[in-house]
């Protein structure tokens, strides 16, 4: 009895163990289809779209292409090659979204209203396209389909994106043509632009004071601290607790062989063996007899090179050659720049233009050895290693942040470093807070936020908390005292400037010249409201625009005071052939931004109107595949 218990129990074991298996085959089966309904893996589901704009639906392959030129723009940008959840913090995958997102309320809108281009326009399109000519400058049928090929198009789908273009630019053109702005608004704008101003100044300095420095007392001193307590008020600052990781934090860590660096030095042969090369300019003489006389000048020191430019009204730029080898110049040019180990001039030798001197600025090493190179080829393995090292670990680090992991633990668990910061507005860059996309995130993180890992542009990662905030703390005047010091001083200062200022301005009120007071003011002519002049305050062409012809001011800048006098308004000559061709160019702009804005407008409202819906569950899983 026993015996055969125990051998219906085993076949009740077995029977249980293939029921089991048959559930699991049965689950991992339904799973499959429902990911496939999602559009995971090749999108080989029922499901071909991320969403609709009213009948419009934006398929999965439109938001893919966008996805990708947006992240390749990026790459170009920065130099790497950024994973998509890498290139997030540069706003890829929102930008791409709201590209196909435009893209599809326009065909919806097209479609609505029965805008479509016939064959003959998909034709002439393609016979027009740069992309598809051959070596006799026609249409090329197999560049196109070479070029289909490698796009992963058919030609139907190729031509069928023609046609929506064509459709979109019709509706532009529906949209904007009837845009023209008023001729007199390029004429204002050219008017407020061009029109220039001469005038005079002379500035106020501490020098031309003649009544003593001034004093105060303690008393004083107070009074002026509880005046201006926003003065000596430490902003409103963010506790934060942040963990980081930096290519050069591993760059000790990072293990080279002599092997690779010696790889890396074969392969940039050309660079490290190549010809000598000289940065040099060329003066050419128009005959033997100038150029031997303009030597012997040279050599004598009654004037030098630059001397000779300004001398001939040569520019600079005229005359220079850059970075040359012996092969760049003629035969006798060569040998005479190439022979000399200075710097310097030499010549007049024969040049392919005729009786020239040389100048050499530069001699650039061509034959760079090994062991020269080896210091800077370490440092640039160790860098590139160091890089693709944090990128592969981006992943790793997120999973233990939606894990739960708190910052400090990411720090103990990881190569990534622990910090504190106290952060405001006015934290100087240095650190962590060098980095604008730190700045950003410090200034918007919330205490509610769970930590996520960011990028930085240079190829490092971060993670931030906000421990605390604390509210914006007038500071003890005890810890000020030296500081108010200062700044009291400083005020105290600008009021006799500012009195002696306004002393000149009756003077040249009472008709006294600047002359006649003993100032030796500085002369602007014709400048424009956006000219910068040198060493005036940055508000003194702002403030002179606005006076009249004579009129004096005394303008105050912080510490610093200025007296100018308007001689002259000058105004726009609208009969100036160059000024008559900068408005009709300036209308054509103004009428391309006004349509432009006009047309991103039109493109919202549709979408408003016609309703948009998307799956986020699908946009995820076409973002899984660029990870």
């Keep these: ?12 074991g077995v029977r249980k163990v293939k029921m089991t298996n048959v559930l699991v085959f049965m689950l991992i089966g339904l799973l499959i289809l429902g990911l496939a309904g999602f559009g995971i893996g090749n999108f080989t589901g029922n499901v071909g779209a991320i969403g609709s704009v009213g009948n419009e639906e934006i398929t999965i392959d439109e938001y893919r292409r ?90 139907a789908e190729y031509e069928e994106l023609l046609r929506e273009d064509a459709a979109r630019e019709l509706l532009q053109f529906s949209v904007t043509s009837a845009l023209r702005p008023s001729s007199q608004f390029a004429h204002m704008l050219l008017e407020f632009v061009e029109e220039r101003r001469s005038f005079r100044w002379v500035e106020v300095t501490s020098g031309m004071l003649t009544v003593p420095k ?70 050419v003489f128009p005959d033997e007899e100038s150029a031997i006389e303009a030597e012997l000048r040279l050599r004598g020191g009654s004037v030098d090179f630059d001397g000779l430019l300004e001398e001939r009204g040569v520019l600079l730029a005229d005359i220079e050659l850059g970075e040359v080898e012996r092969k760049d110049l003629s035969s006798g040019a060569a040998d005479a720049v190439f022979s000399v180990a200075d710097l310097g001039i030499v010549g007049p030798v024969q040049s392919n233009l005729g009786p020239a001197i040389f100048r050499i600025n ?51 668990e990881t190569a990534m470093q622990l910090g504190n ?54 500071q003890p005047l005890d810890e000020v005292r030296s500081t108010a010091a200062e700044l009291l001083e400083t005020e105290l200062v600008g009021q006799q400037l500012r009195e002696l200022g306004e002393s000149i301005e009756a003077g040249l009120t009472g008709g006294k010249d600047f ?70 160019s300036l209308s054509t702009e103004i009428a391309l931004s006004i349509g432009d804005d006009a047309f991103v407008l039109f493109a919202i409202q549709l979408r408003r109107s016609a309703g948009l819906e998307l799956d986020q569950a699908v946009i995820n899983a076409v973002h899984s595949q660029f990870q």
């Design 515 to 584: 002359g006649d007071l003993n100032l030796f003011p500085f002369i602007e002519n014709e400048v424009t409201r956006t000219r910068f002049v040198a060493a005036a305050p940055a508000q003194l062409v702002a403030e002179v625009f606005k006076l009249k012809e004579g009129e004096i001011l005394v303008h105050q800048q912080g510490n610093r005071v200025v007296v100018a006098r308007l001689d002259e308004i000058v105004n726009v000559d609208f009969n100036s052939p160059d000024i008559r061709a900068a408005r009709d």
């Design 362 to 412: 530069a001699v650039l090493k061509s034959n760079i050895s090994f062991d020269e190179a080896k210091k800077e080829l370490e440092a640039e393995i160790a860098s590139t290693r160091a890089r693709q090292f944090i990128s592969d670990q981006v992943e790793a680090y997120e999973d233990l942040l939606v894990g739960g992991a708190t910052l400090e633990q990411l720090a103990s």
């Design 214 to 283: 001034p004093t105060w007392n303690d008393s004083e001193l107070k009074d002026y601290y509880e005046a201006n307590p926003e003065r000596f008020t430490l902003p409103e600052r963010r506790n934060i607790t942040f963990a980081w990781l930096m290519p050069d934090m591993l760059i000790d860590t990072v293990e080279i062989s002599q092997q690779d660096v010696r790889a890396l030095y074969d392969e940039r042969e050309e660079i490290y063996h190549a010809p000598e090369r000289r940065d040099v300019d060329r003066l």
């Design 66 to 155: 966008n996805l990708n030129s947006e992240l390749q723009r990026v790459q170009s940008q920065t130099g790497q090659n950024l994973s998509l959840a890498e290139a997030s913090v540069y706003g890829v995958a929102q930008r791409a979204l709201e590209r196909t997102i435009f893209f599809a309320s326009l065909d919806n809108e097209s479609n609505e209203i029965g805008l479509s281009v016939g064959d003959a326009t998909v034709l002439r399109r393609l016979q027009e396209s740069d992309q598809f000519t051959g070596l006799d400058g026609a249409f090329d049928i197999e560049s196109y389909e070479f070029l289909l090929e490698r796009l992963g198009f058919s030609a």
């Design 421 to 474: 910061i106290s952060f405001s507005d006015d934290t100087p860059y240095g650190g962590i807070a060098e980095h604008t996309e730190f700045r950003s995130a410090a200034q918007a993180v919330e205490a509610e936020d769970f930590p996520e890992l960011l990028g930085l542009q240079d190829g490092g990662v971060f993670a931030l908390r906000l421990d605390s905030l604390l509210e914006p703390q007038l």
């Design 1 to 12: 009895m026993a015996k055969a218990h125990s051998s219906k129990m085993a076949t009740t």
